[in-house]
């Protein structure tokens, strides 16, 4: 493969956090590396300017409560337009449990506090009585990858997640309770924009889909990447679905 580099924007790396999200950067700034593949990690925080064409990937991960109130009324009021902009030339984006809350219209987390979205998936969130927490397995069919593959993490969060009309799922649950404990369906995907709670962090138990990920943001066809020995990572994948309960 051609000399490429790997642009990825990481939004509130500091902030949001919690779930090992960083873990999800190293493993993809590994895969890159061992594929002789250059990857250059800016992060992006509060009162900073997005540029939409300077990533080819944006990552947001999740965050506590104040955290993730203090990102989102950052992420409207500065980041909003850039962020739809990158989307809408087909730049990749993942995030994670509050980051996948913040894309789409609100998350209320009462009656009277209401975080704001940026609108970029059609969905909304309301905080539920009590938490979704374990062990998840969901099945999802992703441009070039083949056919229906199963991701499979951890999730625990408070909210619940319900999408629009006609917004697509990431996919379906198999084992966890996913959006919102009762539809089935767990994430969201627009293009090549992901959101998801799976998490724990979800890249390294799923190298597949950091595949994928990396190949969408780089505009190639996953097959198009240097294969890897993979026998760790399929191990890993392995161990994650059975903790899921799907062998």
Not at 12 to 37: M, V
Request: charged share 20%; aromatic share 4%; with cysteine.
């Amino acid at each position: 493969m051609p000399e490429r580099t790997l642009r990825v924007g990481a939004l509130y790396p500091e902030l949001l956090n919690i779930y090992a999200d960083r873990g999800n950067l190293l493993l993809l700034e590994r895969r890159c590396a061992w594929r002789g593949i250059a990857f250059a990690l800016t992060a992006v925080s509060l009162g900073d300017a997005l540029d939409p064409e300077a990533h080819d990937l944006l990552y947001l991960g999740g965050g506590q409560d104040r955290d993730q109130a203090l990102c989102a009324e950052d992420l409207v009021a500065t980041k909003r337009d850039a962020v739809h902009a990158h989307a809408d030339r087909g730049g990749a984006l993942l995030a994670v449990c509050g980051g996948y809350q913040l894309l789409g219209h609100h998350y209320a987390l009462d009656a009277e506090r209401r975080l704001p979205g940026i609108g970029l998936l059609d969905l909304h969130t309301d905080r539920g009585e009590g938490r979704l927490i374990g062990n998840v397995a969901i099945e999802v069919d992703l441009p070039g990858a083949g056919g229906p593959r199963v991701l499979a993490g951890f999730e625990n969060h408070g909210g619940r997640t319900v999408l629009g009309d006609g917004q697509p799922a990431l996919g379906r649950v198999l084992s966890g309770h996913g959006n919102d404990g009762r539809s089935g369906a767990e994430g969201a995907v627009r293009g090549a924009v992901i959101g998801t709670y799976l998490h724990g962090p979800l890249l390294p138990k799923n190298a597949w889909f950091a595949d994928w990920l990396i190949a969408t943001a780089l505009g190639i066809a996953p097959g198009e990447l240097a294969p890897l020995d993979d026998r760790l990572e399929d191990a890993g994948h392995a161990s994650a679905r059975a903790a899921a309960g799907r062998r």
